[in-house]
């Protein structure tokens, strides 16, 4: 999990920096998640604001920020943006930018991060569950309300909550290497029912009571919500199903498949 040798990540500390990290997130979002003021005051209040730059280059390449919250008696950083820029995809830069909120975290003794995805997104579920060993711990619905942005416009803002406990034995495992998807036929010869299904291209939620459940997830979300916005919006209203029926068990998302499905189950028997 160590950063590309070409990317550096700093603390952006200057209006101007906390400007051009928002910069980036407007180019993922087609519009800026946050004001300008309102990240600004998160890094003058002492919060978690970061980017990546390509070594020699002072224009950014990712970003990340958050903000310290407090759950119970507990301080938590709760990282609300995240983005990389797509040419810069998929060469490191978000593990980098995770790994830099990790330490940033635990020289100020935080222990715990917690952030929002959209579960309908697999490619940022296999990155957190798999890459950062995080865990889903909530299923919230329509968290944000409506949204125009260029990802989100057209569709109920669930997300799934998750922790990422970074003292952890799954964290400290994913910072090695990934964590392995799971295996599907595994998981049913081992008593694992399937919650939400596709097979004829149409997603169905069934009720279940195993121990563990597989929750089915679409490819390509985003485009299938211009395409097809009827599917996309039965994909949203299955899963959601799915996964508040296993959260109310007790259950928790510790997995991905490798065809696009969520684990979940107790989580002490998260791999």
Same mark, same amino acid.
């Given at each position: 999990?160590?950063?590309?040798?070409?990317?550096?990540?700093?603390?952006?500390?200057?209006?101007?920096?906390?400007?051009?990290?928002?910069?980036?997130?407007?180019?993922?979002?087609?519009?800026?998640?946050?004001?300008?003021?309102?990240?600004?005051?998160?890094?003058?209040?002492?919060?978690?604001?970061?980017?990546?730059?390509?070594?020699?280059?002072?224009?950014?390449?990712?970003?990340?920020? @958050?903000?310290?919250?407090?759950?119970?008696?507990?301080?938590?950083?709760?990282?609300?943006?995240?983005?990389?820029?797509?040419?810069?995809?998929?060469?490191?830069? @978000?593990?980098?930018?995770?790994?830099?909120?990790?330490?940033?975290?635990?020289?100020?003794?935080?222990?715990?991060?917690?952030?929002?995805?959209?579960?309908?997104?697999?490619?940022?579920?296999?990155?957190?569950?798999?890459?950062? @060993?995080?865990?889903?711990?909530?299923?919230?619905?329509?968290?944000?309300?409506?949204?125009?942005?260029?990802?989100?416009? @057209?569709?109920?803002?669930?997300?799934?909550?998750?922790?990422?406990?970074?003292?952890?034995?799954?964290?400290?495992?994913?910072?090695?290497?990934?964590?392995?998807?799971? #295996?599907?036929?595994?998981?049913? #010869?081992?008593?694992?029912? #399937?919650?939400?299904?596709?097979?004829?291209?149409?997603?169905?939620?069934?009720?279940?009571?195993?121990?563990?459940?597989?929750?089915?997830?679409?490819?390509?979300?985003?485009?299938?919500?211009?395409?097809?916005?009827?599917?996309?919006?039965?994909?949203?209203?299955?899963?959601?199903?799915?996964?508040?029926?296993?959260?109310?068990?007790?259950?928790?998302?510790?997995?991905?498949?490798?065809?696009?499905?969520?684990?979940?189950?107790?989580?002490?028997?998260?791999?």
């Amino acid at each position: 999990m160590a950063a590309p040798s070409d990317i550096v990540i700093e603390l952006a500390t200057t209006p101007a920096e906390v400007d051009r990290a928002l910069d980036v997130a407007e180019a993922i979002w087609g519009s800026r998640p946050i004001s300008d003021p309102m990240i600004r005051a998160l890094e003058f209040a002492g919060s978690y604001v970061s980017v990546a730059r390509r070594r020699g280059d002072p224009d950014p390449v990712g970003m990340c920020a @958050g903000f310290v919250g407090v759950h119970g008696h507990e301080l938590h950083l709760h990282s609300h943006l995240a983005a990389v820029l797509p040419e810069a995809q998929g060469a490191g830069v @978000g593990r980098a930018l995770k790994r830099h909120q990790r330490d940033w975290c635990l020289a100020h003794a935080i222990t715990h991060v917690t952030w929002t995805f959209d579960p309908l997104v697999v490619e940022n579920a296999r990155f957190n569950l798999h890459h950062l @060993g995080a865990v889903g711990d909530r299923y919230l619905v329509d968290l944000y309300g409506p949204m125009d942005d260029d990802i989100n416009r @057209g569709d109920a803002s669930d997300r799934l909550l998750v922790r990422w406990d970074l003292t952890g034995h799954r964290t400290l495992r994913a910072l090695g290497s990934p964590v392995p998807l799971a #295996d599907v036929d595994a998981l049913r #010869d081992a008593g694992a029912s #399937d919650a939400v299904t596709a097979d004829d291209g149409t997603p169905q939620h069934r009720h279940t009571a195993a121990a563990t459940r597989l929750v089915a997830a679409p490819d390509a979300i985003v485009t299938l919500r211009r395409t097809d916005p009827r599917l996309a919006s039965l994909w949203r209203a299955a899963v959601r199903a799915g996964m508040t029926e296993a959260f109310d068990d007790g259950l928790r998302v510790v997995a991905m498949t490798t065809d696009h499905r969520y684990v979940l189950a107790p989580e002490e028997l998260s791999p």
